[in-house]
């Protein structure tokens, strides 16, 4: 059974860091793109980074590129998010997602499953 489970949302400070993690299950990882999305209120949801399997290439949204940095650790199945320098625009439900559609990483219905989210608020 293939599971996504985010974790490590909570109530930052702006200019704060924090740092997320999705831990995978029921699939070889390595083989997968894991993408990190987010959505606001009121918001479509979005992508904001991602990062293939076995080559560790990624990529960043505009919005986030210099202050969020994405890694894996394939030997625990796990893929981190690691925010700084937070604003409140930033506060989001932030999801990880797989594909093994390394090609179409960046699309976002390239992704097949999905975990529940972690909520991120930023606020002083």
């Known amino acids: 059974q293939v599971q996504l489970v985010e974790s490590g949302g909570r109530l930052v400070q702006p200019g704060g860091s924090l740092r997320l993690s999705c831990e995978a299950s029921g699939f070889t990882v390595n083989y997968y793109a894991i993408g990190w999305f987010r959505q606001a209120p009121g918001k479509e949801r979005e992508g904001i980074s991602c990062?293939?399997?076995?080559?560790?290439?990624?990529f960043y949204a505009n919005a986030v590129k210099g202050r969020f940095s994405v890694s894996r650790d394939n030997a625990k199945s796990t893929v981190y998010l690691q925010m700084t320098n937070v604003t409140s625009n930033d506060t989001a439900i932030y999801y990880c997602?797989?594909?093994?559609?390394?090609?179409?990483?960046?699309?976002?219905?390239?992704?097949?499953?999905w975990g529940q989210g972690t909520q991120v608020t930023v606020a002083s």
């Open positions: 997602a797989s594909t093994r559609n390394i090609v179409e990483m960046r699309t976002i219905s390239a992704y097949d499953y």
């Open positions: 990062i293939s399997g076995h080559d560790a290439n990624t």
